[in-house]
């Protein structure tokens, strides 16, 4: 009997990060996620039948078109230490600085009547942002 791929069952990953210190006390972070994509499947009623696939790659940022999933968040910070040992940090993350439509498997199209039938649509789970934090540690 046919086996077919979990949409859970992504392939490949790589996961990339770093810290780098900076002058004046300022520290910059990144982390990058590239995978193959999440396979879907699909059931087409003519012909009766069960389809699947995976995600094809996109020509992307790093990578040309290696991956076809592919997030990159950064963040800048900086510290603030008082004499008491107390500390106050600032943040500012941009998160998919890209800004890369990512694939997902909920984005199959499954009306056989569609031209598109069995293609995924892009589908970007979260377009770029920013977002500014403020800690404290004590």
Not at 18 to 31: E, H, K, N, Q, Y
Not at 108 to 115: D, N
Request: glycine residues 8%.
């Amino acid at each position: 009997s046919p086996t077919y791929p979990s949409s859970n069952d992504e392939r490949h990953r790589l996961v990339i990060s770093g810290i780098v210190d900076l002058p004046l006390d300022f520290r910059a972070s990144m982390l990058a996620t590239f995978g193959s994509g999440s396979p879907f499947t699909v059931f087409g009623p003519n012909p009766p039948g069960w389809y699947s696939g995976t995600p094809e790659a996109d020509s992307m940022f790093f990578f040309g078109d290696l991956f076809a999933y592919q997030n990159i968040d950064l963040r800048l910070s900086k510290d603030f230490e008082f004499a008491n040992g107390s500390e106050t940090y600032f943040y500012v993350d941009v998160l998919n600085a890209t800004d890369q439509e990512n694939p997902s498997s909920s984005n199959v199209e499954q009306c056989s009547c569609a031209s598109n039938f069995g293609q995924i649509t892009p589908r970007t789970l979260q377009g770029r942002s920013f977002q500014l934090g403020v800690g404290y540690r004590f």
